[in-house]
Structure formats: C-alpha cells, structure tokens
C-alpha cells in the first residue's frame, strides 16, 4: 500500500475497520468477564512485543510474526481494555523496527483487534458449548487461532483488492501452503492457552519455545525460496 495507491476506497475501507473495531470494543466492553492478572499481563504482552517486532521478512514486503499464539491466548484471557492495550503496544514495538507508513500500521491495529476480538468471543463461546475439560478448552483454542488467521486474512484480501487491485485469488493469501504457515504458528496457541490457564501465565516461557525455533526455521526456508524466482511469492502483509 505504497502512499500513492491509497485510493477513496481504500480510505473508505480503512475508515469501516477502524468503526467496526470500536464498536466491537464498546459492544464487548461490558459483556467482557475475563481480565488477567498484572502479572500475565505483563508476561504476555512483554513475549508479543519481541515477537512482533521481529518479523520474518519474504519477498515483495511479505512480513510473517510468531505473535499468533499470544494474540490468542490475549484473546482468551484479557479483558477488552486488556486486549486494546496489548494490540496497541505489540505494533508500538514493531513500529519502533519497522518503521511501516502510518495507514498501514493504523489498519493493521484495527484490523487486528478486530479479528482478536471475535476469536476471543469464539473461544468464550466453544467453552460455554462443550464439556468441561482440557479437551474442550484445547477445540476451544484452536476454533479461536483459526477464526483470527481467517478473519484477519480477509481483512487484508480486502484492503489489498482495494488499495493496490490485488484480488484474492492474485493476492494469494488463501492458498493453503500461505495459509499453513499461520495454522502452524497457531497450532501452538492451543497448549499455550491451556496449560496457561492450568498452571499459571510462567507456562507460557516453556511453551513458547517452539516459536523461537520456528522464526530461524522459517527465515531459511523462505530465503531459499527467494532464489526460485518462477514460485508465485505472496503479497504484502
């Protein structure tokens, strides 16, 4: 979304994500039961911050962040000013690095709080459906990490159709090798939550630790895949 592409529908676009997310966090703000203690706070938010602003950099400006499972475990367990602040403060850190243009780091706030914010009500929503147990609240997180990978990649298709006439089928952010990268990432969201919320938030240093392993993984994979010039590369994120 380079300046000169932010076309009226795009703006448009950006304006209607911005209202929803405000009036998914009004409609939520009083219904919210969960508020996490300072500590996991603290925790979770500190552990989204670095991985956040360390993202693993593909071709065309396509940027991929191990921050999954902590936006779903924020989701699960955060009260709705929790959330706000935790999305604000994992892009705060990215921009810090990154340094992306100020509209596409607006939207990306928005966008993503958004697609939190329903994960969130899933989650809530699976456990109250299911049968207690970690079984449940494990189907509870995973329903959550793959409800915000869609959401937020739909969010995206459409702002890309939008401001830089990338369809979805071009765009390529629904092709299942895309799409697996995240589900992955994600996939590890389902013991974090629980055992969070079993044993305590000091859970989450152990079992993030496949992140760590998979950031280094996925930048060779990926710098290898630069040098093959015929693959189709996915579009900017």
Do not use: K
Not at 75 to 97: D, G, K, M, Y
Not at 222 to 230: I, R
């Amino acid at each position: 979304m380079r300046r000169d592409l932010l076309r009226t529908g795009a703006r448009v676009y950006l304006a209607a994500v911005l209202f929803s997310a405000a009036l998914t966090a009004i409609l939520l703000w009083s219904a919210s039961s969960s508020t996490a203690s300072l500590a996991q706070f603290l925790l979770i938010t500190g552990l989204g911050m670095v991985a956040h602003s360390f993202p693993v950099q593909a071709s065309r400006h396509q940027a991929y962040q191990a921050t999954l499972p902590f936006i779903v475990v924020a989701a699960a367990s955060f009260s709705i000013a929790q959330l706000i602040v935790f999305i604000l403060l994992i892009h705060a850190a990215e921009q810090a690095r990154v340094r992306r243009v100020w509209y596409i780091q607006v939207f990306n706030v928005g966008g993503y709080f958004l697609a939190a914010a329903v994960s969130g009500v899933i989650f809530h929503q699976a456990i109250r459906l299911l049968a207690p147990g970690l079984l449940s609240s494990t189907e509870a997180a995973l329903a959550a990490g793959c409800t915000f990978v869609l959401l937020n990649r739909a969010l995206l298709a459409g702002i890309l159709w939008l401001a830089r006439n990338l369809s979805p089928a071009r765009s390529g952010l629904f092709r299942p090798e895309l799409l697996a990268v995240d589900l992955i990432i994600t996939w590890i969201s389902a013991p974090m939550l629980v055992l969070t919320l079993v044993a305590g938030p000091w859970m989450t240093l152990i079992t993030a630790g496949p992140l760590f392993l998979f950031r280094p993984a996925l930048a060779f994979l990926l710098s290898d895949h630069e040098h093959q010039p015929e693959q189709l590369q996915a579009p900017a994120a």
